[in-house]
């Protein structure tokens, strides 16, 4: 299962013990609000997309959208996310547990800086009900190898 890859992966880096998880789901940014006891924008939300022949992980605060000129100037192609059946296979985690931690090969992870104004964040864990306490250095260090991006906007 996804989530006990993630939690022995989190357990590799010190993190042992950050992992929540819920008697409901935290599969979307409200859901998870809702569970952890946060504002929406403390989520944060890993959104995958098709970037040539690799995948790429958006990790963004849950209150921001990508900007597509941006991301096209990130990346050099337009924002494809992917299906929703693909996740698992690709990414190595299904849709609603999708993270930066205990991916397969062949998956990029990049942090949008709308993540930086908080110093807690939320990603998810792994499964449709679960997430990690983490601050922003905190993610950095457990989504190595990442990269800090700029390809979101604010409401």
């Known amino acids: 299962m996804a989530i006990d890859k993630v939690k022995a992966y ?8 950050r992992v929540l998880e819920f008697d ?3 599969a979307t940014v409200e859901l ?5 006891g ?5 989520i944060a939300k890993t959104l995958s997309f098709h970037v040539g022949d690799r995948v790429a992980l958006v990790v963004a605060a849950g209150d921001a959208r990508i900007d597509n000129p ?16 693909e996740a698992e296979p690709l990414i190595g985690h299904g ?12 998956v990029d992870v990049f942090l949008d800086e709308s993540l930086r104004r908080f ?20 993610l950095e260090r457990c989504a190595e190898p990442c990269t800090w991006v700029d390809v979101c906007k604010l409401p």
């Open 10 to 17: 989190l357990r590799e880096r010190g993190m042992d013990g």
């Open 24 to 26: 409901t789901s935290s």
């Open 32 to 36: 998870a609000a809702a569970a952890v």
């Open 38 to 42: 946060c504002e929406p924008a403390r």
């Open 70 to 85: 941006k991301f096209k100037a990130q990346f050099g192609c337009k924002a494809k996310m992917l299906a929703a059946d």
């Open 95 to 106: 849709v609603g547990g999708v993270c930066p931690f205990a991916v397969n090969e062949g």
């Open 119 to 138: 110093d807690t964040v939320y990603p998810a864990a792994g499964s449709a009900a679960s997430a990690v306490r983490l601050s922003p250095d905190e």
